[in-house]
């Protein structure tokens, strides 16, 4: 089985995901140790595949927010909030729930048809 970690730099930013065999990390820490002794780098936190702990996967350009123990994406556009209890970016008007595609429009602040 393998873990996931993910390697921080400047303001917590992700940076890169390693994975680590059971055998080198049976717990968070033995992960964290065994990554700073291979690789002689300190900054370093787990990941979950499956979003069950710090409310999703870490991927490269994501923040880790320590006081939330979250990683959260880098906000997709201006007018969009961070959800506090998902720690997921909303937009100020929900996308329609009808089936058709629609990507968002920052200028009008608005989902507009594909």
């Known amino acids: 089985?393998?873990?996931?970690?993910?390697?921080?730099?400047?303001?917590?930013?992700?940076?890169?995901?390693?994975?680590?065999?059971?055998?080198?990390?049976?717990?968070?820490?033995?992960?964290?140790?065994?990554?700073?002794?291979?690789?002689n780098y300190p900054?370093?936190?787990?990941?979950?595949?499956?979003?069950?702990?710090?409310?999703?996967?870490?991927?490269?350009?994501?923040t880790y927010d320590e006081d939330r123990d979250a990683f959260i994406s880098p906000q997709p556009y201006k007018s969009w909030t961070l959800n506090e209890d998902t720690c997921r970016w909303e937009a100020p008007v929900a996308r329609p729930d009808d089936g058709t595609p629609?990507?968002?429009n920052e200028e009008t602040t608005s989902w507009v048809l594909v």
Do not use: P
Request: hydrophobic share 35%; net charge positive; charged share 30%.
């Open 1 to 39: 089985m393998t873990k996931y970690f993910a390697k921080l730099g400047l303001n917590n930013k992700v940076i890169k995901i390693h994975l680590v065999h059971d055998n080198c990390a049976l717990t968070e820490e033995a992960g964290i140790e065994y990554l700073n002794k291979s690789h």
């Open 102 to 104: 629609y990507k968002w």
């Open 43 to 62: 900054f370093w936190v787990q990941t979950f595949k499956d979003n069950s702990q710090r409310k999703k996967y870490a991927r490269k350009r994501d």
